[in-house]
């Protein structure tokens, strides 16, 4: 799976909007852009995913750039439970072991 | 529903020890991994199982690592001789299913970890 680039910490106030970056240049046609996060003391949790349109769910929106070579997770009102290390993560769908390969993430830090 | 549990929740052992760590799946799910977290890094992969065979272990370091699944669910980690390298927080993942689907039956689900000190 190709490489991914991510700032190492990032700081957002309490019920503002958080867009957290992620390059990926290398990128291939097969790979998809996977978002997890990992809160203090757990296992990291799947938070979004996309291949070429924006994504929306209720934790997150995922939007990918036009030639697919960065992408931004969004997270709408920041709370305090959203402090929290974000991986973004690319995987091959030829991948047949679907194992996940994680860079260092982005460590946030919500500000009340 | 259950989540992924895994047991025990610490674990402190002496150098050139064995220890047996163990990860309990969400029931049903057929993929089962296996990570191994260092302080300030991402997880990395060590071991992939597709039902009871291990589909994958190119990530175990070398033969003192061992896992199984003899049954399809619940899995062992097994470390012989542990080193002091080896202190970690141990993550355990499940699927509904492997391959390289990107649906939400290949969303990978994670247990609390297990965190390995060797004194």
Redesign the interface.
């Known amino acids: 799976d190709a490489k991914t680039t991510q700032p190492n910490s990032m700081e957002s106030n309490e019920e503002e909007p958080v867009h957290l970056p992620c390059n990926h240049s290398t990128i291939s046609g097969t790979d ?1 852009i996977h978002w997890y996060r990992q809160l203090p ?6 938070v979004i ?1 996309g ?1 070429t349109s924006n994504v929306n769910n209720r934790m997150a929106s995922l939007a990918i750039a036009e030639d697919r070579k960065s992408s931004t997770l969004i997270l709408h009102r920041a709370t305090l439970r959203d402090a929290a ?1 974000y ?1 973004c993560i690319l ?15 982005t460590r946030l830090m919500v500000k009340p | 529903g259950a989540g992924v549990s895994q047991t025990p929740s610490n674990k402190v052992t002496e150098k050139g020890k064995y220890v047996e760590l163990r990860c309990d799946p969400i029931s049903g799910h057929t993929a089962l991994y296996w990570y191994r977290q260092s302080l300030g890094q991402g997880p990395e992969f060590l071991i992939y199982f597709q039902g009871t065979g291990a589909a994958d272990d190119s990530g175990l370091p070398n033969d003192r690592f061992f896992a199984v699944r003899p049954e399809g669910s619940v899995s062992t980690l097994k470390i012989q001789r542990t080193e002091r390298g080896d202190s970690a927080v141990y993550l355990c993942a499940s699927s509904l299913r492997g391959g390289g689907g990107q649906g939400p039956a290949d969303t990978q689900y994670f247990g609390p970890g297990t965190r390995l000190t060797v004194l």
Request: glycine share 20%; proline share 4%.
């Open positions: 998809y003391s757990q296992g990291p949790e799947y995913h291949l290390v991986y995987r091959d769908v030829n991948n047949a072991g679907n194992m996940l390969t994680f860079g260092g993430g």
